[in-house]
């Protein structure tokens, strides 16, 4: 017991101006951010502290935004000897976890989820795919009604297990909104559609996950240093060929958050350190395990709190 792991948000965690505090406190975590513009030829910082929103909400800008603040964070509890037993990150976020692992340089994470980004939002055109969390359904239940509904001749599929209560259906606009009045009228307590560009995690992801091998071509992979929960299997993970497989299965498949938290529970983590903007995983954390100790990297604030408990536990 009395193990670690730092987990990393996925899209959807953005907000302008996350990571301001970061860099005006820590003058590496304003080199971090400048590498980013470097590597991609865009001002990516401008974007992240400026916005605007409608920009920043743009896949190929949000994947490497979010990348890059929970990197610049996470690079500060490195340099205060913060090391972790285990990563994860959620979809977006195990870009992160593999660069906190050792297996990505933060360049070509941030390269690579900036392709990863512009090629999803090419791979299903805007307005014609959609994703729902359903609330309060069992999942066999929820896979059934998908099932149902793509006999029918609508895509849609369970893409997201993140907490007991709480499961994403991805697919067409059509089946998603058909699979959401049959789990509705089967007993969901709620539907809450999301506001993405795409049906991420879906077949339909498919043409993306097909350009983004090439992508995964161009850069480095190596071995993790620091075994990585992958969420295509809920597993351990460390060899590269096996990681690189992975990160294009990831685009079509489940994300199985809830089996990659009892995997690390039954690794002997205790304690979950969020690092990356704002607090999502905490909340679908603290569902599946009730007695693990959360924390959170977000900000000057929240980095120095966590400080202060990790060094009280050694």
């Known amino acids: 017991m009395n193990k670690i792991a730092f987990v990393f948000p996925g899209q959807g965690s953005q907000q302008v101006g996350m990571g301001k505090d970061v860099i005006h406190a820590y003058n590496q975590a304003k080199v971090l951010f400048n ?34 603040v929970s ?5 500060l509890l490195k340099e205060a000897g913060m090391t972790p037993d285990f990563t994860c990150g959620h979809s977006l976020g195990e870009y992160s976890a593999l660069v906190a692992s050792g297996s990505l340089s933060f360049e070509d994470a941030v390269y690579a989820v900036r392709r990863r980004g512009l090629f999803m939002e090419e791979a299903v055109p805007s307005g014609l795919g959609a994703m729902s969390a359903v609330l309060g359904m069992k999942a066999d239940k929820l896979k059934d009604i998908c099932y149902t509904v793509s006999r029918e001749g609508e895509a849609v599929q369970v893409a997201n297990h993140n907490s007991p209560s709480q499961i994403v259906i991805s697919g067409s606009k059509e089946g998603v909104e058909k699979a959401s009045t049959l789990a509705k009228e089967q007993g969901a307590k709620r539907i809450i559609p999301l506001n993405v560009s795409g049906p991420f995690h879906s077949a339909l992801m498919a043409p993306a996950a097909e350009k983004f091998s090439q992508t995964l071509k161009e850069i480095t992979i190596h071995n993790a240093e620091i075994p990585v929960i992958a969420n295509v299997t809920a597993d351990v993970e460390k060899q590269a060929d096996q990681i690189s497989n992975l990160l294009i299965k990831q685009l079509t498949s489940p994300v199985r958050w809830v089996e990659s938290v009892e995997k690390l529970k039954s690794l002997g983590v205790d304690t979950y ?16 395990d009730r007695q693990a100790t959360i924390l959170q990297v977000n900000s000057v604030e929240t980095l120095e709190h966590t400080l202060e408990v990790l060094k009280e536990r050694k």
């Open 35 to 68: 590498r980013a513009d470097e590597r991609l030829g865009v001002s990516l910082s401008d974007i992240i502290l400026n916005g605007p929103d409608e920009v920043l909400k743009k896949t190929e800008n949000t994947q490497p935004a979010i990348v890059t």
């Open 71 to 75: 990197i610049a964070l996470y690079e």
């Open 273 to 288: 350190v969020e690092v990356g903007p704002g607090n999502v995983l905490s909340g679908l954390i603290k569902k599946i």
